[in-house]
């Protein structure tokens, strides 16, 4: 029996050395995220950091170093398409980045873990862990601070509401008003609000001062068949 043949005690036990460590770390990391409710949750994170553990330590043992190096390689770009499967868009707002790439990083640690490089492993998932916990203050903190219009990077919007029957001269007005306030206007749509409809201008990416939109919209909101107008600003991108 073939198996009988090659089968060789010390290999066996780095193997399981490898696994283990691979399960260890990625329950860590695994534990956190089941914590937070997400969607890849503590089950995923474990069998990502064991199957890429699993898949460099065999490479290791067929091909050595070369082999696991290309296994690796496929590993970073296989674990892609999973980390794919947890991001959602919901209109404008995407979710599951930050679950998508922390399936990346425990198929980082799987891979340390694989190839025999069980203090690195256990150094990445600290900071795993640390990316995921410590800085969420941070996060909060940035958050709740006031949006800079002229440093941050937003896409700013011209909303008007307007009398369905004065659409179309409407928007050939808003085009010119915010170019005469250096605002080129990027795109302009109009949607219907039951029996009215809502214009919606698209600004050319640029850096923007919030008083003079508001003068803009205040002056928009003065044309005959204005019902309200304001704009606003979007970082979802």
């Known amino acids: 029996m073939r198996f009988l043949e090659t089968f060789q005690t010390a290999d066996f036990i780095d ?10 770390l990625g329950t860590l990391i695994g534990a956190e995220r ?7 949750g503590l089950r995923t994170n474990v069998l990502v950091a064991v199957g890429a553990a699993a898949f460099v330590d065999l490479a290791m043992h067929l091909a050595a170093a070369d082999g696991a190096v290309r296994v ?25 980045l ?47 601070a ?13 909303k008007l509401l ?3 029957g004065a659409s179309a001269g409407l928007r050939d007005q808003v085009v010119e008003r915010l170019e005469a306030a250096q605002y080129p206007v990027a795109e302009i749509e109009a949607f219907p609000r039951g029996d009215l409809q809502e214009i919606v201008a ?12 508001d003068l803009v919209a205040a002056d928009l909101q003065r044309t005959p068949g204005v019902h309200h107008a304001t704009w ?5 991108d």
């Open 15 to 24: 193997t399981l050395i490898s696994l283990s460590a691979a399960f260890v």
């Open 34 to 40: 089941q914590y937070r409710l997400r969607s890849a």
């Open 72 to 96: 690796i390689a496929y590993v970073v770009s296989g674990i892609g398409f999973l980390g794919a499967g947890v991001i959602m868009k919901e209109g404008t707002n995407v979710r599951g």
């Open 98 to 144: 930050n679950t998508a790439a922390t399936l990346w990083a425990s198929a980082a640690v799987g891979s340390c873990a694989g190839a025999d490089m069980l203090a690195q492993a256990a150094a990445l998932t600290v900071f795993v862990l640390a990316g995921n916990t410590l800085l969420r203050p941070l996060v909060n903190a940035i958050n709740r």
């Open 146 to 158: 006031p949006i800079d219009e002229q440093a941050s990077e937003a896409t700013y919007f011209v």
């Open 162 to 164: 307007v009398d369905a």
């Open 202 to 213: 698209t600004l050319v990416s640029t850096a923007v001062q919030a008083k003079e939109l």
């Open 232 to 236: 606003e600003s979007s970082t979802k």
